[in-house]
């Protein structure tokens, strides 16, 4: 199906289909009970070392996906069933950054739809 990305703060639609936070951190001011998700996975945020690097600097955002694919390929149990749900269903990778371009949801979902082309699924 698909993978789209969306801020935790936008009103959770029924066309997310499978609503996932993929930040580190909760985002403030957002309390759990509205954010409608199926799931929080901290352990695909990117790690905090390269989240401060980054600092959601657009110059160095090539730079920041380079090096957050090298920390998802070693985190393949934790994605895998995110790619195995949007083979199947629409999935929504949610994230709190104010940055809608430059931010891990917006890197993760590139990092899926490859994968999901190169399996032809996509």
């Avoid at 352990?43 to 401060?52: G, M, N």
């Avoid at 999935?91 to 891990?104: K, P, Q, S, V």
């Amino acid at each position: 199906m698909s993978i789209t990305v969306k801020r935790i703060y936008e009103a959770p639609a029924k066309s997310d289909g499978y609503r996932v936070l993929v930040d580190r951190v909760w985002p403030r001011g957002m309390k759990k009970e509205d954010a409608a998700l199926d799931a929080w996975s901290k352990e695909l945020a990117p790690s905090t070392a390269l989240r401060k690097w980054f600092g959601h600097d657009p110059a160095r955002w090539e730079g920041f996906r380079h090096r957050y694919a090298t920390e998802l390929d070693a985190a393949a149990e934790h994605w895998r069933p995110l790619l195995t749900q949007a083979s199947r269903h629409r999935i929504t990778l949610l994230f709190g950054a104010r940055d809608e371009e430059h931010n891990n949801a917006v890197a993760l979902k590139c990092y899926l739809d490859a994968l999901l082309k190169a399996n032809g699924q996509h």
